[in-house]
């Protein structure tokens, strides 16, 4: 059985190591400060101007005034602080941040990333997802891994507009955990239940299965 985008958030949690300064990009990112590891100490990031963000608030704790960069209500730790987006920023073309999680639209097989803009459809901007992808030196995509027609989202190359050429080192989707490297999708965990019959129904970029592959723990 696919993860839910829970599971994907819970699965890239366990990625976080201790001190590291981590960006959370829109959507399935945003999940992950759910599942932090009790004792793991990490400073999330936003690039609207916010360092130390807590989990979600509950209905009790919402305060409108504390959103993160896709406008949905955060809470903040103890410590936290918040700043402009020059500053922000400057942290993210400084090379400040450890880890960066996005979403996409898709990904090909050399690292490319598209997830700002499909051509015809009306977006307020491209965001900070270019100035984190070309500076960021560990990124993690977190998406599904077919669209809503069933289409697979890991391509020979991107058909979407851009966001950054040969950025990206690893996905993780409803279906399994992949390394990209030597012009492949390396296939290192696959969700439970999933088999590798259905990955290769919903990969079209080149794939590579692990000898040591082995089952996600979720």
């Known amino acids: ?7 994907i958030a819970q699965r890239i949690a366990r990625e976080l190591e201790n001190g590291f300064y981590v960006n ?3 959507g399935i990112p945003t999940l992950v400060a759910n599942y932090i590891p009790k004792g793991l100490e990490v400073e999330l990031q ?4 916010l360092l130390g963000m807590g989990p979600f608030p509950t209905e009790a704790e919402v305060d409108a005034d504390y959103i993160n ?4 209500t955060i809470t903040t730790l103890p410590g936290s602080a918040i700043f402009d987006s020059a ?3 400057g942290m993210i073309r400084s090379q400040k941040i450890n880890l960066t999680v996005l979403g996409a639209m898709e990904v090909s097989e050399n690292g490319d990333i598209a997830n700002w803009k499909i051509p015809g459809k009306m977006v307020k901007g491209m965001g900070g997802a270019m100035d984190l992808v070309a500076s960021a030196k560990n990124i993690i995509v977190a998406m599904m891994q077919t669209n ?3 289409e697979s989202k890991l391509l020979p190359a991107c058909t979407l507009p851009l966001t950054g050429k040969r950025c ?3 996905v993780i989707t409803d279906l ?4 990209i490297k030597d012009g492949a999708f390396h296939l290192i965990e696959i969700a439970p239940g999933v088999t590798v019959e259905e990955i290769k129904a919903k990969t079209l970029g080149k794939l590579v299965i692990s000898p040591a592959l082995k089952v996600m723990e979720v």
């Open 24 to 26: 959370l990009g829109i």
């Open 1 to 7: 059985m696919a993860l839910d985008k829970y599971q």
């Open 176 to 179: 399994g955990y992949y390394d």
């Open 87 to 89: 500053m922000s920023f």
């Open 69 to 72: 960069a896709g406008k949905q």
């Open 46 to 49: 936003s690039e609207n101007g």
């Open 168 to 170: 990206i080192k690893k």
């Open 148 to 150: 809503p027609k069933g």
